[in-house]
């Protein structure tokens, strides 16, 4: 069984920075894609940025030159510094690992963090 457990949510005004960390445990082999995504109170969920393991990014527009995506192969961690918060970052930020295998010949799997809130407020 995967389990990923995310921290470092939190209250934070607006231009202030905050970092979500979340790592992910239990039998992994491999993990193709690590990101965040994150959903407003009546919203869709959506991407806010992914890294490949072989460190290819991929932000959304709204997040660019504003958040930075890392991940530690050898710790199966990604983390997420997002600078410059603006309201509209307000959300639950979920963690999401893409394709991750618990052996070599395993299928590829899906899973998802329980989620943190990021609340941006004066």
């Known amino acids: 069984q995967v389990q990923l457990v995310e921290s470092g949510g939190g209250l934070e005004q607006p231009g202030g920075s905050l970092r979500l960390s979340c790592a992910a445990s239990?039998?992994?082999?491999?993990?193709?894609?690590m990101g965040w995504y994150r959903q407003a109170p009546g919203r869709q969920r959506e991407l806010v940025a992914a890294?490949?393991?072989?460190?290819?990014?991929s932000y959304a527009d709204s997040v660019k030159g504003r958040f930075t995506v890392s991940r530690d192969n050898a710790k199966n961690m990604v983390y997420l510094q997002m600078n410059s918060l603006k309201p509209e970052d307000t959300a639950v930020y979920y963690c999401?690992?893409?394709?991750?295998?618990?052996?070599?010949?395993?299928?590829?799997?899906?899973?998802w963090g329980q989620g943190t809130q990021v609340t941006v407020s004066l």
């Open positions: 999401n690992v893409h394709r991750l295998r618990s052996a070599s010949f395993g299928p590829p799997k899906d899973y």
């Open positions: 239990g039998r992994i082999f491999s993990i193709e894609t």
């Open positions: 890294i490949t393991s072989g460190g290819q990014t």
